[in-house]
């Protein structure tokens, strides 16, 4: 992969990663129409620990929070409902994860899925907003920590945007969207922690020896950029709402089964 290759998938996936686009079906796309398949394990690396870096560094004192509370209180007090509901949530993937990543990466990994998953499943983020919301986390319990975890389940599917899933997910139980938006950047944390940990595990030392660059690079742009998509995200996605990545979506979605499938 060139370094001008290189820099721009990992801006790409530093931008959509927590946007309700889908950073695998641009990845995918862009893939295919630069003729490169697969970027690497060590782009893939690069790109998974840099992101999950920026939520990292972004909710460092809701992290620091959580931690406290763990070694202050009981485990299943109301202090510590964020914690096991993130816990609760991210179980689901875990388990399909592990069961159908080849299944998804042999049949599912194609243009005409992610149109139809665009479509789709922006369409259900459209009206997943217009739901009558209830308030903060604090209104979450284990059950509706399933729910969205099912639905993260879904994210899979390139085209269907891990964050936009669970942001509707969190929408059609009764979060407000910042708040949604809020529990799947935190849920990102250990969904995409296990992916890089998968990852890390199948890379040699010697991979690592020979793509140092390229490792640095990839790291270093996903995580800048995604930490600015973050935060730009949050502060904004109380006033525009959600129907500007909705058309966004549709958009691209019809212009993949028009002149790409």
């Not at 129409?33 to 909710?59: C, K, N, P, R, S």
């Not at 964020?82 to 609760?88: A, C, F, R, S």
């Not at 729910?147 to 964050?163: D, E, M």
């Not at 995409?192 to 990852?199: D, S, V």
Request: charge should be negative; aromatic fraction near 10%.
């Amino acid at each position: 992969m060139d370094i001008l290759q290189l820099i721009l998938l990992s801006f790409i996936q530093g931008l959509t990663e927590f946007l309700p686009v889908s950073s695998s079906a641009h990845l995918v796309l862009l893939s295919e129409f630069l003729g490169e398949e697969d970027q690497g394990i060590i782009f893939d690396v690069g790109v998974h620990f840099g992101t999950l870096m920026a939520a990292l560094v972004y909710f460092r004192s809701d992290l620091q929070k959580m931690v406290v509370n763990l070694g202050s209180h009981n485990l299943f007090s109301q202090e510590n409902s964020l914690t096991i509901n993130l816990v609760i949530a991210v179980i689901p993937i875990l388990l399909t994860g592990f069961l159908l990543r080849d299944f998804v990466d042999l049949n599912l990994r194609n243009s005409q899925v992610i149109a139809y998953a665009t479509i789709v499943f922006g369409i259900l983020l459209y009206v997943a907003q217009f739901k009558e919301t209830e308030g903060g986390l604090d209104t979450l319990n284990i059950k509706k920590a399933l729910i969205i975890g099912i639905f993260q389940c879904l994210a899979l599917i390139p085209g269907t945007s891990r964050s936009g899933i669970t942001i509707t997910a969190g929408l059609l139980l009764g979060l407000r969207a910042r708040e949604a938006s809020r529990f799947s950047f935190l849920l990102a944390i250990p969904t995409i922690g296990a992916i890089a940990l998968a990852e890390l595990i199948r890379v040699s030392s010697i991979d690592f020896t020979q793509s140092g660059i390229e490792l640095s690079v990839a790291l270093i742009i996903s995580f800048l950029v995604a930490y600015i998509s973050i935060d730009m995200f949050l502060r904004l996605i109380e006033r525009i709402g959600f129907t500007p990545f909705v058309i966004y979506r549709l958009l691209l979605g019809i212009g993949l089964l028009m002149f790409w499938t």
